[in-house]
Every structure is written in structure tokens, then in C-alpha cells.
């Protein structure tokens, strides 16, 4: 009973991930037709900024601290004080503050849209539209997409200068580094390829972030009940794919050997 129960749940699930690939292309097509719905998408980009800046820096901050007291006691007994904010900037820019902001939008905003077009769906609200001749695509779907690709970016990089504020705090403060020497080593390790690889992490996530919760909403069944599992399974589904597409990301960016430590003074 559970095996069959297990598999009618993978199956499920493969198909509503093919269904949100098929959506992404969709979204392509009515992108380069230059179907924009300017008002919607104004609308989606302060739910998906303003609103999420507070929990995405709080993050961020207390990121960039715990990650600092973790490296700097360490590496100052093996007499490398020195390279602390250098390797602070280059694990918050490559990968914490684009992966870690993405995982807030994910549980904020994912949700939020699986919620809200998955009670759109059950409702009949999609339907209607379609009577009025509105494609949802363009009235719901890329909206949010444009949205969460234009503002995720920007949280980022107001992420990682919170990190490296947090970091800062906790290593002139309580290690007792000097802030020149902490500001100095974080200039010198890193490089604009690296700000631009978490631009373009950020905007992968977003985009994947907003097609994942929109498809799953319209894919939603079984009233009240199939909206809570929609939204769950978005976010679940958002998370997992966020962390294999930045393994991907990863290793197209920086694979083979590194030079931000021979860079450095």
C-alpha cells in the first residue's frame, strides 16, 4: 500500500515538473513576443523586493557572522588572520548569499505563488479568465517570473554587503582584526567575475523560483486540500532544484584551480 502510495507520489511529481519545464518554455515564447503586463509586474516586483529585503538581509547578517566566528578562530592560530575577509567575500559572493537568498524567496514567495494561482485554479478563476480571452501566462505567470529574475539579483547584492557587514562586526570586535586589513583582504581576493556569477546565480534561482511556484499552482487539484500540498511541494521542489542547478552553476564557473588566494598580498 505504501509502495503504490510512494510511486502514485513520484509519478505525480515527475509530471508536474515536466508540466513546469513546458511552462518555462511557454514563458520564453510570450517573452519574445514582448507580452508584458506592465501593471502586474510592477505589482510583483514590491512583493518580491521591498517586502522580502528585511527577512533576506537578517540573514544574511547573522550568515556573515556565524560563518566569520566559525573561520577566524582558525585560521589566526595557523597565523592566516590576514585572508579572513577575503575568504569571507569569496564564500558569501560564490555561493551563500546567492543560494541563501534564494532560499528565502523560495519559502516567502514560491509559496505565495503556488497559494495564490493553485486557489485561483480550484476556484475557477483561471477558467474564467480563459473566457475573457486572458492567457493566464501572460497575466499571472510572467509577471511574477520578470519579478522574481529583476529582484532576486538585487537582494543578493544587498545580501552579501549585509554578510560582509555581519562578518566585519564579529572579526574586529571579537577577534580584534583590524578593519583595514579585513576590508583590504576582501578587495584584493575578489574579482568582478565573482560579483557577476552570483548576478547570474541570482537570476537562474529567481527564474526557476517563480515557473516552479506558478506551475505547481496551476497544475493544483482537490480544493483547500490540494492547495496546502501544492504549496508545499513548490517549495520543496524549488529547494532541491535551486541546489542542483547552483551545483551545475558551480562547477561551470569555478571549476579547476582557483587564484583568489595567490591574488592576494
Given at each position: 500500500?505504501?509502495?503504490?502510495?510512494s510511486k502514485?507520489?513520484?509519478g505525480e511529481?515527475?509530471?508536474?515538473?515536466?508540466?513546469?519545464?513546458?511552462?518555462g518554455?511557454?514563458v520564453l515564447?510570450?517573452?519574445?513576443?514582448g507580452?508584458i503586463?506592465r501593471?502586474?509586474?510592477?505589482?510583483?516586483?514590491?512583493?518580491?523586493g521591498p517586502?522580502?529585503?528585511?527577512?533576506?538581509?537578517?540573514?544574511?547578517i547573522?550568515?556573515?557572522?556565524?560563518?566569520t566566528?566559525?573561520?577566524a578562530?582558525?585560521?589566526?592560530?595557523f597565523?592566516?588572520g590576514?585572508v579572513?575577509g577575503g575568504?569571507?567575500?569569496?564564500?558569501l559572493?560564490?555561493?551563500l548569499a546567492?543560494v541563501?537568498t534564494?532560499?528565502v524567496?523560495?519559502?516567502?514567495v514560491?509559496s505565495?505563488?503556488a497559494?495564490e494561482i493553485?486557489t485561483?485554479?480550484?476556484s475557477?478563476?483561471?477558467?474564467a479568465?480563459?473566457?475573457?480571452r486572458?492567457?493566464p501566462?501572460d497575466?499571472l505567470v510572467?509577471?511574477?517570473?520578470l519579478?522574481c529574475?529583476?529582484?532576486?539579483?538585487?537582494l543578493?547584492?544587498?545580501s552579501?554587503?549585509?554578510?560582509?557587514f555581519?562578518?566585519?562586526?564579529?572579526?574586529?570586535n571579537?577577534?580584534?582584526l583590524?578593519d583595514?586589513?579585513f576590508?583590504d583582504?576582501?578587495?584584493n581576493?575578489?574579482?568582478?567575475?565573482d560579483i557577476?556569477?552570483?548576478?547570474?546565480k541570482?537570476?537562474?534561482?529567481?527564474?526557476l523560483?517563480a515557473?516552479?511556484?506558478?506551475?505547481?499552482?496551476?497544475t493544483?487539484?482537490g480544493?483547500?486540500?490540494?492547495?496546502g500540498?501544492?504549496?508545499?511541494t513548490?517549495?520543496?521542489t524549488a529547494?532541491?532544484?535551486?541546489?542542483?542547478?547552483n551545483?551545475f552553476?558551480?562547477w561551470?564557473?569555478?571549476q579547476?584551480?582557483?587564484?583568489?588566494?595567490l591574488?592576494?598580498p
Open positions: 500500500m505504501n509502495q503504490t502510495t502514485s507520489s513520484l511529481w515527475s509530471q508536474r515538473l515536466l508540466a513546469a519545464i513546458f511552462l518554455g511557454q515564447v510570450h517573452l519574445l513576443k507580452k503586463h501593471r502586474n509586474t510592477l505589482e510583483q516586483m514590491a512583493a518580491v517586502d522580502s529585503l528585511f527577512i533576506a538581509l537578517l540573514t544574511a547573522f550568515v556573515g557572522a556565524v560563518f566566528i566559525q573561520v578562530r582558525e585560521f589566526i592560530n597565523g592566516a590576514n579572513i575568504v569571507l567575500a569569496i564564500a559572493t560564490r555561493e546567492p541563501l534564494a532560499v524567496l523560495a519559502g516567502r514560491g505565495a505563488f497559494a493553485g485561483m485554479r480550484v475557477e478563476q483561471i477558467d479568465m480563459l473566457m475573457l486572458t492567457d501566462i497575466y510572467i509577471p511574477r517570473v519579478a529574475c529583476l529582484m532576486l539579483p538585487i543578493t547584492l544587498l552579501l554587503l549585509t554578510g560582509m555581519g562578518g566585519f562586526i564579529i572579526a574586529t571579537i577577534y580584534n583590524s583595514t586589513v576590508l583582504s576582501a578587495r581576493f575578489l574579482g568582478m567575475w557577476l556569477s552570483a548576478m547570474i541570482a537570476c537562474c534561482f529567481g527564474i523560483i515557473v516552479i511556484g506558478c506551475s505547481w499552482g496551476l493544483t487539484t480544493g483547500a486540500k490540494g492547495v500540498q501544492s504549496t508545499t513548490a517549495v520543496v529547494l532541491l532544484i535551486i541546489f542542483v542547478t551545483f552553476l558551480s561551470l564557473m569555478f579547476g584551480t582557483g587564484s583568489a588566494f591574488q592576494s
